[in-house]
């Protein structure tokens, strides 16, 4: 069976060539599925896996907008439909200079999984386009987001396909696609996406889902090894949404943040982060962190976040910016500095070496599917209230999102120990998502 896997494998890799980060994330999921297969030889007899390799759909499409200088600019546009067993297409959109159908593919596979692990009725998706936001005006971004959706609309709908944010594509980005998907289909259909402005079907804590989630699954893994998170030195990659959230959360618990970054430096924060500051830089000014002034901070320029674990003692590392940011040479700097726990806010942020050594070292992993869940899980609950026309209040949503957050914990800890892995929580969410969605793939036949 084993064999029969990696030939599986080996054909997925061959018929999807030149996407690497696709690759990684196949093979990563693949090996966690030998015993699974051992067991149930049926998902490999009845082509579950190849199928699950496979998208349903994948749209790729010309994005054409006018800069401010009366410039025609061409951007490329992608929504990849991979799998909706469990229930509508879900996922967000990446702008980002880098994005590719590759990107697209891997973060959109990752999505199966992770939407499979909130237990809730979401199937997976994620689109985006290579579109960088950064320095453009708003009038831009807007134009580009009415563009994109002029002809995206043709795939979304509140039971069909649900798009979102991710790198890029923050409130900002949600309002004018969401302004322009009303304006064609001319009806206020709220659920067809998810991560809207409170006035308009957003729902509270949303925006803070994906870090405040992270920070729950890490304190459900610590609360079972006897520890809290009162105290712990956390050093945070990024200053993003996902980092901003995971930070400010973080330090409410009674950790002290020692440590940010973005695309231009790392700064230091032995003392604690002021993370109203960090707000105030990134999300009203959009700017760089060099310019945090706080006293007893250091901004290294060029530097990563982990770089900062030579001179600094980091007890949870939190990698909340990008792909394959945390690779081995990073991973050695965190287990010398006394790292015991890292927890994936990003998609993917660790290279497979580094897994390897921080597995090796005998650090607690939370692998980004289960731990960054918060997000899309926060907004199936945000698709609810849309639902019933209804809106929670924040502290209602945040103990759903800690439910839900504890509940994945449970089912990647479980796993992991029904298949003799105990605490190997990266083979606990790939077992237990996939179960999820090829039982639900085999009762709905060939399709
Ligand atoms: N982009 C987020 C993720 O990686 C959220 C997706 C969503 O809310 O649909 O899970």
Redesign the pocket.
């Known amino acids: 069976m084993e064999h029969r896997l990696d030939e599986v494998r080996t054909e997925v890799l061959r018929r999807n060539p030149g996407e690497p980060e696709f690759h990684q994330a196949v093979t990563e999921v693949f090996a966690s599925l030998a015993p699974v297969v051992a067991e149930h030889p049926h998902y490999l007899e009845a082509g579950v896996i190849e199928r699950i390799c496979e998208p349903e759909r994948q749209i790729i499409f010309r994005v054409p907008w006018t800069d401010d200088a009366g410039r025609v600019r061409i951007n490329r546009g992608f929504r990849v439909q991979f799998n909706s067993a469990l229930g509508p297409y879900?996922?967000?959109l990446?702008f980002h200079p880098a994005v590719s159908l590759g990107t697209v593919k891997f973060?959109g596979f990752e999505?199966i999984f992770?939407n499979a692990l909130t237990g809730m009725p979401l199937g997976g998706a994620?689109g985006g386009s290579d579109f960088d936001p950064k320095g453009r005006s708003d009038a831009e971004v807007m134009r580009f987001c009415q563009s994109f959706m002029t002809e995206a609309h043709r795939y979304i709908g509140e039971h069909t396909d649900?798009?979102?944010?991710?790198i890029g594509v923050g409130r900002r980005e949600i309002g004018y696609l969401f302004g322009q998907y009303t304006r064609i289909v001319d009806r206020h259909e709220s659920g067809a996406i998810?991560?809207k402005g409170l006035s308009w079907g957003g729902s509270l804590v949303r925006n803070e889902a994906?870090g405040y989630g992270l920070v729950y699954f890490v304190r459900r893994m610590l609360e079972r090894h006897g520890r809290d998170l009162d105290g712990a030195r956390v050093l945070v990659s990024g200053s993003g949404n996902v980092a901003i959230a995971a930070a400010e959360r973080v330090a409410s618990l009674g950790a002290i943040v020692v440590g940010m970054s973005d695309s231009t430096g790392a700064l230091a924060t032995p003392d604690g982060i002021d993370i109203t500051r960090v707000r105030e830089l990134k999300e009203e000014r959009r700017t760089t962190l060099t310019g945090y002034d706080v006293p007893g901070a250091r901004f290294v320029s060029g530097a990563t976040a982990w770089e900062l674990a030579r001179e600094l003692r980091v007890d949870v590392a939190l990698p909340c910016a990008t792909q394959n940011e945390l690779d081995a040479d990073a991973a050695r700097l965190l287990v010398t500095a006394g790292t015991t726990v890292v927890a994936e806010g990003a998609?993917m942020p660790c290279t497979p070496e580094a897994v390897r050594l921080l597995r090796e070292a005998g650090v607690l992993f939370a692998p980004g599917k289960a731990a960054?869940?918060g997000?899309?899980a926060?907004?199936a609950l945000e698709m609810q209230q849309n639902a019933s026309r209804d809106s929670w209040s924040f502290e209602h949503t945040d103990s759903r999102l800690a439910e839900i957050m504890d509940d994945i914990h449970d089912r990647c800890l479980e796993t992991s120990i029904a298949y003799g892995a105990a605490g190997d929580y990266a083979l606990g969410a790939n077992i237990a998502g996939f179960t999820r969605v090829a039982d639900a793939m085999l009762a709905l036949g060939v399709i």
């Open positions: 879900k996922g967000g990446r973060l999505q992770k994620k649900v798009p979102a944010g991710d998810t991560g994906t998609n960054n869940a997000g899309v926060t907004s």
